[in-house]
């Protein structure tokens, strides 16, 4: 299975300032992260808030400018010139968090699936309304002569996340990047939208970057996982692999958070500390020593990414069971 996306040592610092007073700090929302997406392929990249996994999706559309790295699609670079960003644009889609916040409320369902066809001059106005028809179609959205007419506040929550994957699917794209895309929705239709998903990936052959702090929906949907600490890739490789035997007290941090019905998990004892630091050192060594509980005198030098076995790879000085 040959790659159609690869980032290499992409990194993206921002600079906070206060609002009163000369303080500031510098924010590495990236950095040094590197990976790669297989054709036909679900990768993941899971983090809890704050890890840059939004911010890594949108360096990778180009809608901020990295401060250095490369993004890769199809073996071909992607720099700032028009026909690479409108390439990468056109066949790398995107689906926000929140449904309602992505679309136009002042636009028929029409107008919102259109708008990409319109942007990128797919055929004429026959040609789009047949291509929006056949993508609603797709998503499940009946009848979609009717649905076509509504505008986002005459839909529910779930229909209006299928209209925001109806127009990512408009331009027959060959990667979508989904940005944590069952969130917002209700508990008991967030299976129904994933397994929709899981289907237009088999059927189109899509490949997908799934961004989530989920790892219930991250097994369930993802092939591949890439774990995100403050900027940083600490572990990746096979969902199975990296979610049954995690060897990154991070990974096992957002594990043990996962909530289960038992009542003794009240009273259970957290090995991970809950508050990040927020030292000036945080960057220097690896970042997570100040919450976890095996750091060791090492850990004041940053881990490099090490092989566990053939795909899984973890970066900790600490060689965990």
Not at 27 to 47: H, N
Not at 81 to 104: V, W
Not at 139 to 150: H, N, R, T
């Amino acid at each position: 299975m040959d790659e159609i996306l690869r980032v290499e040592h992409l990194s993206k610092y921002f600079v906070k300032k206060q609002v009163f007073g000369s303080k500031h700090s510098t924010v590495r929302a990236a950095d040094d992260v590197s990976f790669s997406v297989r054709r036909g392929e679900i990768f993941v990249l899971a983090g809890e808030s704050g890890s840059g996994k939004s911010t890594i999706v949108k360096l990778i559309l180009k809608s901020v400018k990295p401060d250095s790295g490369k993004i890769f699609y199809e073996g071909q670079i992607i720099d700032d010139k028009k026909r690479n960003t409108d390439k990468i644009r056109m066949n790398c889609q995107m689906i926000h968090q929140d449904p309602y916040d992505s679309i136009n409320p002042r636009m028929t369902v029409m107008g919102i699936v259109s708008e990409p066809l319109e942007i990128h001059k797919f055929g004429n106005k026959e040609e789009r309304l047949k291509r929006v028809m056949q993508v609603l179609h797709e998503v499940k959205l009946e009848p979609a002569e009717e649905i076509i007419k509504k505008y986002p506040h005459m839909l529910s929550g779930g229909q209006r996340q299928r209209v925001v994957l109806a127009r990512a699917l408009a331009l027959k794209p060959k990667v979508i990047l989904a940005d944590e895309p069952v969130s917002m929705l209700d508990v008991s239709i967030r299976a129904e939208m994933l397994e929709l998903m899981q289907e237009l990936q088999k059927k189109h052959s899509i490949s997908f970057v799934y961004i989530t702090h989920d790892l219930a929906t991250a097994r369930y949907f993802g092939q591949r996982i890439g774990i995100l600490y403050m900027g940083k890739i600490v572990e990746i490789g096979p969902v199975d692999q990296v979610l049954l035997t995690p060897k990154h007290p991070y990974t096992q941090a957002l594990i043990d958070a996962i909530s289960e019905p038992d009542p003794e998990n009240l009273h259970r004892e957290r090995k991970i500390r809950i508050n990040t630091p927020t030292d000036e050192g945080i960057y220097h060594g690896c970042r997570f020593r100040a919450r976890c509980p095996y750091v060791i005198e090492k850990c004041i030098k940053e881990p490099d990414l090490e092989m566990v076995n053939s795909e899984h790879f973890t970066a900790c000085h600490v060689k965990l069971d």
